[in-house]
Nanobody
Framework: QVQLVESGGGVVAPGGSLRLSCAAS????????MGWFRQTSGKARELVAA????????YHADAVKGRFTISNDNAKSAVYLQMASLKPEDTAVYFC????????????????WGQGVQVTVSS
């Protein structure tokens, strides 16, 4: 059973940076697309970014475009989210996800979820 394990969350001041990591354990994600979602209390989970297994044609939500960058490492079945110029409204639990295609990710049709990691942007 493949499990996704996130790391790298924490508390950062507005304007700061964080890098989230997600790696698969208990197996590999052979040519699967991966993505990052976030969720705040009382709100629906929203897609932040997604990337195909080959790394070309990544997607970033408008709210994070130009500030966040998704990348992957297929050899490690890992995905990363580099977050810069963080704002208080970026505060959320961030979830890693994997599915066969990036279209699956964008349609919220997720095969594997991580347990989530808290990101708090506050002064």
């Amino acid at each position: 059973q493949v499990q996704l394990v996130e790391s790298g969350g924490g508390v950062v001041a507005p304007g700061g940076s964080l890098r989230l990591s997600c790696a698969a354990s208990g197996g590999t994600l052979d040519r699967m697309a991966m993505g990052w979602f976030r969720q705040t209390s009382g709100k629906a989970r929203e897609l932040v970014a997604a990337i195909p297994w080959h790394g070309q044609g990544a997607y970033h939500a408008d709210a994070v475009k130009g500030r966040f960058t998704i990348s992957n490492d297929n050899a490690k079945s890992a995905v990363y989210l580099q977050m810069a110029s963080l704002k208080p409204e970026d505060t959320a639990v961030y979830f890693c996800a994997a599915s066969p295609t990036i279209a699956n990710i964008r349609n919220y049709d997720i095969r594997h979820w991580g347990q989530g990691v808290q990101v708090t942007v506050s002064s």
